[in-house]
């Protein structure tokens, strides 16, 4: 009688901590889902600070595993311990003897539990040392898994290292039965099957989709791919010009500089042609409020760079550095050891001819109703903003309008 009621309280404080941690996963679900695929959601109540900031852990590629959200897992993982607690009433219906299987419940829950933990460790060093951001949600679930791993284990008289072992033995001796084995086996397949379309396919997972097609381009604010002069690609006369329309402050121009770097690189026919397109007052009289201040200094400071040969690498130092001020463009460029003549530069940047081309840029830019940054066009075929596919995708882009890939022999 007195270890029916020992048991009986057990299994209340295991209920109360299983329904606490699945409505806590449910509400990461949540979480996960306003954050990646509602543009207009708001902050949710755990979005505390810089640090302690569900959202921004919602929103990076550690909070997915093989493509699926942790929330998810996390919920599997309740839902199956779930089923533990009531396996033996389970399975006396018809249709669910198979669960007969599940010997020693306790022993299952708890190693789940000392497993979950386990890798909730890990999961806490990724957040601390590598997002350096916590999730205060994923952290409560974290003391959960330890708690009814602790419950569980109450009363079990082999340990830790015994639990698992005895988890393990029952494991294997539930697959003796050679139905039981086949149906283990077609569900495997049909998990495995679930996971790498859902990797691959990053369905679920905006982040990892993100990673794939702009990862090298947004992991370093340096331009590995940048070349020096004034020449970004082909020279030949038929090549396939790709315009491009950027402002030295939009930070996915930063990103399309990269992009279109490593495209010049990637095709045998292609030219890029830089243009300035500031959203900035001192120099874009379409503006009608500040926007990218600095934008038009470093704009004008470019084209004179062009002027001494050295555009390109003076356009991906603007977009390393980002000086807003003339001062601070003067002495990221008195810093830089490009060997420019500083002042000729500070009189080509104030010059009639330099304004008169940023302005021709910007008026023809706005003129084909193209006034966001980044832009690009071949031939008079415009497209504003990255493709939607990324890196991938401007490859397709410009390999429609007729450039042409290098064959790599390996």
């Given at each position: 009688?007195?270890?029916?009621?020992?048991?009986?309280?057990?299994?209340?404080?295991?209920?109360?901590?299983?329904?606490?941690?699945?409505?806590?996963?449910?509400?990461?679900?949540?979480?996960?889902y306003?954050?990646?695929?509602?543009?207009?959601?708001?902050?949710?109540?755990?979005?505390?600070?810089?640090?302690?900031?569900?959202?921004?852990?919602?929103?990076?590629?550690?909070?997915?595993?093989?493509?699926?959200?942790?929330?998810?897992?996390g919920?599997?993982?309740?839902?199956?311990?779930m089923?533990?607690?009531?396996?033996?009433?389970?399975?006396?219906?018809?249709?669910?003897?198979?669960?007969?299987?599940?010997?020693?419940?306790?022993?299952?829950?708890a190693?789940?539990?000392?497993?979950?933990?386990?890798?909730?460790?890990?999961?806490?060093?990724?957040?601390?040392?590598?997002?350096?951001?916590?999730?205060?949600?994923?952290?409560?679930?974290?003391v959960?898994?330890?708690?009814?791993?602790?419950?569980?284990?109450?009363?079990?008289?082999?340990?830790?290292?015994?639990?698992?072992?005895?988890?393990?033995?029952?494991f294997?001796?539930?697959?003796?039965?050679i139905?039981?084995r086949?149906?283990?086996?077609v569900?495997?397949?049909?998990?495995?099957?679930?996971?790498?379309?859902?990797?691959?396919s990053?369905?679920?997972s905006?982040?990892?989709?993100?990673?794939?097609?702009?990862?090298?381009?947004?992991?370093?604010?340096?331009?590995?791919?940048?070349?020096?002069?004034?020449?970004?690609?082909?020279?030949?006369?038929?090549?396939?010009?790709l315009?491009?329309?950027?402002?030295?402050?939009?930070?996915?121009c930063?990103?399309?500089?990269?992009?279109?770097?490593?495209?010049?690189?990637?095709?045998?026919?292609?030219r890029?042609q830089?243009h300035?397109?500031?959203?900035?007052?001192?120099c874009?009289?379409?503006?009608?409020?500040?926007?990218?201040?600095?934008?038009?200094?470093?704009?004008?400071?470019?084209?004179?760079?062009?002027?001494?040969?050295?555009?390109?690498?003076?356009?991906?130092?603007?977009?390393?550095?980002?000086?807003?001020?003339?001062?601070?463009?003067?002495?990221?460029?008195?810093?830089?050891?490009?060997?420019?003549?500083?002042?000729?530069?500070?009189?080509?940047?104030?010059?009639?001819?330099?304004?008169?081309?940023?302005?021709?840029?910007?008026?023809?830019?706005?003129?084909?109703?193209?006034?966001?940054?980044?832009?690009?066009?071949?031939?008079?075929?415009?497209?504003?903003?990255?493709?939607?596919?990324?890196?991938?995708?401007?490859?397709?882009?410009?390999?429609?309008?007729?450039?042409?890939?290098?064959h790599?022999?390996?």
């Open positions: 009688m007195e270890d029916n009621k020992k048991n009986l309280i057990k299994d209340i404080i295991i209920w109360v901590l299983l329904l606490t941690g699945f409505a806590l996963t449910i509400y990461l679900a949540h979480v996960y306003e954050a990646n695929f509602n543009r207009y959601a708001m902050p949710s109540f755990c979005a505390l600070s810089e640090f302690m900031d569900c959202d921004a852990v919602a929103r990076t590629t550690e909070s997915q595993f093989f493509g699926v959200p942790l929330a998810y897992w919920m599997f993982l309740y839902s199956f311990i089923m533990l607690m009531g396996v033996d009433r389970l399975k006396k219906f018809p249709g669910l003897k198979f669960l007969e299987v599940f010997k020693n419940k306790y022993h299952y829950i190693s789940l539990g000392i497993i979950s933990f386990a890798i909730s460790m890990v999961l806490l060093c990724v957040s601390l040392f590598v997002i350096n951001k916590l999730c205060i949600m994923c952290a409560a679930t974290y959960i898994n330890l708690i009814m791993a602790i419950v569980a284990m109450l009363r079990v008289k082999t340990g830790v290292v015994g639990v698992i072992k005895q988890s393990w033995f029952d294997i001796d539930a697959l003796k039965p139905p039981y086949v149906a283990f086996i569900v495997m397949v049909c998990a495995v099957g679930f996971l790498g379309w859902a990797y691959t990053a369905k679920f905006p982040a990892l989709k993100y990673q794939r097609n702009y990862g090298e381009f947004v992991k370093t604010k340096v331009n590995k791919y940048a070349v020096k002069g004034n020449l970004l690609g082909s020279e030949a006369e038929d090549a396939v010009v315009h491009v329309y950027s402002d030295y402050m939009c930070p996915m930063s990103v399309f500089n990269m992009m279109v770097h490593k495209l010049a690189g990637d095709f045998t026919n292609v890029v830089h300035s397109l500031p959203l900035d007052t001192e874009n009289k379409y503006m009608t409020q500040e926007f990218h201040f600095g934008s038009c200094t470093m704009a004008r400071y470019a084209e004179a760079a062009h002027m001494q040969g050295k555009f390109w690498e003076v356009n991906s130092l603007f977009f390393e550095k980002k000086p807003s001020t003339e001062e601070e463009v003067i002495g990221v460029l008195e810093r830089s050891g490009f060997g420019l003549d500083m002042d000729k530069l500070k009189k080509d940047a104030s010059s009639k001819e330099v304004i008169d081309i940023i302005n021709a840029d910007i008026d023809y830019a706005v003129g084909k109703e193209q006034i966001g940054t980044p832009t690009m066009h071949i031939n008079e075929e415009f497209e504003m903003g990255i493709p939607k596919g990324g890196y991938p995708a401007l490859k397709q882009w410009v390999r429609e309008r007729g450039g042409k890939e290098k790599i022999l390996f």
